[in-house]
């Protein structure tokens, strides 16, 4: 799926309407009707609610929503906020519409601002994808005024925050509980930085112009369920143990073969055929009784020490990953480099200590000569320590992230809520699963144990991590329906994997 910018968003409002053909008119009517019927599913027992309206057509939603709700019985208050006499044509059709119904309480800069109190259910309707500077003077006061009530749920996105540019930390904004979507989601809703303002957010359909999404060029999706379990390979029934190809995990020191245990059963859980575990040697009896499917290749020391590896020693594996529970005493960078020099044509996918390593000034010399399509899986912190720098905002770390893949020619999945998966090509597709369960340590291990057996399985290093990316966040939410976020270990996302496959082998089904 597609996430667009606020230029773009007005381009294809303007396709839909040209060529539908829509009305503008009506095509509101849609809008403000999918949010309406969004609204009493999830409000249902709640009957008095506050709507806010805007100047232009965020406003003229509100208001339409103002005539739809009080038509189904619920106490509509509206309040119109003009800053200025200018308000956009479909907001006055609109007003004019809801005149016999409900009596506005227009405010102005004169006016007396209204009181909003902790209880109160809003609407926020001030100002949506139109919103061209920060806000000030009555539309600051009324925010302000607003953000006293608990819940607040805010039309295709909260009032204030820009769509797909940096608001800076004094903006004032309004702090949904949830922010109802028009079609597609906002580059702002996949920034942490805007958390506290967007609440959760749902998408609810409008009928815009395929034709008109398809011709918008953009550099950033959004990986929705639709897309993702198109990535699922078939299996063939003569599909045999070869043919699912052999990985090589190497992970795992003295105190830390958690994360190389949690990392090789999610790795035979996402359907790799063979899996040989090279870790340190007292590791042995704890990786035979714990996971009797992988292969042991033991490593003379306490942490690994086995640097050299040759082609011929490697030839036989369809795909590696390195770092999980590794340590930065061990000799990773020789390690990383005999591996690009003797293994280059191996799907490779590094992450945790194999990163810290490269964070190294002799590491990062090792960048350029990462092959082509490399994995890494950095988390914020660990992105930090690559680049040696840090950055000012969200937006600025996603140029950092594209600039990094594009440079380097390298897969970055940058981790945490919607995850990052950068592209050699300039592309970012944001993760729609996952959820703060997964916040616990191992779960990094998890991922990289999916992507792994994936690589191993032939999936092409994007599908590879786009899809590892997805599968382990719908893990994380099948898991959380039993575990709650506070219980989750990782280990739940490695059990839940099967369910995870099983949902996604329906929903194939269901659409073939
Ligand atoms: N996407 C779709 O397909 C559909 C979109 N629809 C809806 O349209 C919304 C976009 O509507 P929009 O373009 O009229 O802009 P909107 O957000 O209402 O604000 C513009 C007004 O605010 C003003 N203004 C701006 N910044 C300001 C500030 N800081 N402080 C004060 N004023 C400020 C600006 O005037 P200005 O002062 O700049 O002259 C203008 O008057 C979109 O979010 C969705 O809800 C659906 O109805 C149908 C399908
Ligand atoms: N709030 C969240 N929502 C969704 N996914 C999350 C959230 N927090 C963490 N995750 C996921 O959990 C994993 C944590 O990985 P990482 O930070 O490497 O942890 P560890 O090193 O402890 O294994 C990442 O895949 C990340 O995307
Ligand atoms: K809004």
Not at 87 to 113: A, M, V, Y
Not at 330 to 345: A, F, N, R
Request: hydrophobic share 40%.
């Amino acid at each position: 799926m597609k996430i667009v910018s606020a230029t773009q968003i007005r381009e294809i409002d303007e396709y839909t309407i040209n060529h539908e053909p829509v009305t503008s008119i009506d095509l509101m009517e849609r809008a403000a009707t999918a949010f309406s019927s969004w609204f009493m599913q999830h409000y249902s027992n709640i009957k008095r609610i506050k709507i806010v309206c805007g100047p232009g057509n965020n406003g003229g939603d509100g208001l339409v929503i103002a005539r739809i709700l009080y038509s189904y019985g619920y106490k509509v208050e509206v309040y119109t906020i003009l800053p200025t006499a200018k308000t956009s044509k479909d907001f006055d059709i609109n007003l004019q519409r809801l005149s016999s119904l409900i009596s506005e309480q227009r405010i102005t800069p004169n006016s007396k601002l209204p009181q909003f109190h902790t209880e109160d259910i809003l609407i926020d309707a001030l100002f949506g994808s139109g919103l061209n500077r920060p806000l000030a003077g009555l539309a600051a006061d009324i925010v302000q005024a607003m953000n006293q009530a608990k819940t607040i749920i805010a039309v295709d996105i909260p009032s204030g925050l820009f769509t797909d540019t940096n608001n800076s930390k004094e903006d004032v904004i309004i702090k949904a509980t949830q922010t109802i979507a028009f079609q597609l989601p906002k580059l702002a809703f996949m920034l942490p930085q805007n958390a506290d303002f967007i609440g959760d957010w749902h998408l609810v359909d409008i009928g815009l112009h395929p034709t008109a999404i398809a011709q918008a060029s953009t550099n950033y999706f959004y990986t929705h369920t639709r897309k993702a379990i198109t990535y699922l390979k078939k299996r063939s029934k003569f599909s045999h143990k070869g043919t699912n190809g052999h990985a090589l995990l190497i992970a795992g020191s003295y105190g830390m073969m958690g994360a190389a245990i949690l990392s090789a059963r999610a790795c035979l859980r996402s359907g790799v055929g063979k899996l040989t575990l090279h870790a340190p040697k007292h590791a042995n009896d704890l990786v035979q009784s714990n996971i009797p499917e992988a292969l042991f290749s033991a490593d003379d020391n306490k942490y690994l020490s086995t640097t050299e590896w040759t082609e011929d020693q490697l030839k036989s594996y369809s795909a590696i990953g390195l770092g999980p529970g590794l340590s930065i005493d061990t000799k990773i960078l020789s390690l990383i480099h005999s591996i690009i020099e003797h293994g280059s044509s191996i799907p490779l996918i590094i992450d945790a200590d194999g990163i810290n390593n490269l964070s190294t000034p002799e590491g990062r010399d090792l960048l350029d000569k990462l092959p082509e399509n490399t994995i890494i899986t950095p988390h914020p912190k660990e992105f930090q320590k690559l680049l040696n720098r840090s950055w000012q905002n969200d937006y600025e770390k996603l140029d950092l992230l594209r600039e990094f893949s594009v440079k380097y020619q390298v897969i970055v999945c940058l981790k945490g809520a919607h995850t990052a998966v950068a592209l050699p090509d300039g592309s970012i597709h944001f993760n729609s699963t996952g959820n703060p369960g997964m916040a616990t340590g191992g779960s990094g291990d998890v991922l990289t144990g999916i992507i792994t057996a994936l690589l191993a399985q032939k999936y092409n290093p994007a599908h590879a991590a786009i899809f590892g990316v997805y599968l382990h966040g719908l893990a994380g939410d099948i898991a959380v329906k039993e575990k709650s976020i506070y219980s989750m270990v990782a280990s739940d996302l490695t059990d839940n994997l099967p369910k995870a496959f099983l949902e996604i082998t329906a929903l194939q089904t269901q659409n073939s």
